[in-house]
């Protein structure tokens, strides 16, 4: 299947491993200019070189802090310099601690609203206008099984990313006719180090994992390529009357009708 893809240029965040690397090499092999983008600049470099070795494809790199103005401006003005406007975004950044509602204070909260809320807002409001003028343009967020069905001990993550779903639902209607689709996916339990992080938070590591599985009715954890082939199809020219989604890639984990 042809997605369209070639010659569009993708900026993926949280891209030097997990679900946004994963993301980011579907969209390289699938012919887009890829910008990818993180705060650790050494493991940035090395997921650039292992993704164009890789997929054959033209890849970027911008060392950027995402919960920060400056390291939105800094890989938006990256993505530009090196293939020019953003055609795709796919927003994605680490998530914030585990913990209870009482073991947050509101410093945690508003570092948590920084990093999933707010860039997303300001990375689509840079990126916008643009796809806005040339007709054409995809937004993809990456949220999580928690918008569906909230997971215990993720009131952070649960609360940010339920709001990134209303944010992304809303702007779905407004933007759908000026040739823009705005589609969330919802990643259930995934091999990454993410996983493996709140594993540990939980204090039981490898029954963490045990436990998981046999809440999923497929009963095995998700390859973050399973998740990156759904993205890459909404970004596609094949999903053009696909918009306002919410698409869990989970395993069957959420039990809801809907």
Not at 87 to 111: K, M, Q, V, Y
Not at 112 to 127: F, I, K
Not at 195 to 222: H, N, Q, V, Y
Request: aromatic share 4%.
């Amino acid at each position: 299947m042809d997605l369209g893809l070639s010659g569009k240029v993708a900026l993926v965040g949280g891209s030097s491993r997990g679900l946004g690397r994963a993301v980011a090499t579907e969209l390289a092999a699938e012919g887009a200019d890829v910008v990818i983008c993180a705060r650790g600049e050494e493991a940035l470099e090395e997921a650039r070189a292992e993704i164009e070795a890789e997929t054959g494809g033209s890849v970027a790199a911008v060392a950027a802090d995402l919960s920060t103005t400056e390291g939105i401006d800094a890989v938006v003005e990256g993505a530009r310099r090196a293939f020019g406007p953003v055609d795709i975004l796919c927003t994605n950044t680490g998530g914030p601690p585990a913990g209870s509602f009482e073991a947050h204070d509101i410093e945690a909260w508003r570092s948590a609203e920084r990093l999933l809320l707010e860039s997303v807002v300001e990375l689509v409001r840079r990126v916008l206008p643009g796809m806005k003028d040339r007709a054409w343009g995809r937004i993809v967020t990456i949220t999580s099984i928690a918008v569906k069905q909230p997971v215990q001990n993720l009131i952070l993550s649960n609360s940010m990313r339920a709001a990134v779903t209303g944010l992304a639902r809303t702007l779905a209607n407004e933007v759908a006719p000026r040739g823009v689709t705005v589609n969330n996916v919802m990643p259930g339990y995934t091999h990454t180090a993410r996983l493996e992080e709140l594993a540990g938070a939980s204090g039981e590591d490898d029954d963490a994992f045990e436990r998981w599985t046999r809440e999923i009715p497929m009963g095995r954890i998700g390859q973050p390529r399973e998740l990156a082939a759904l993205v890459a199809f909404l970004a596609s020219e094949r999903a053009a009357y696909i918009t306002g989604t919410s698409i869990p890639v989970d395993g069957g984990w959420i039990r809801s009708l809907l």
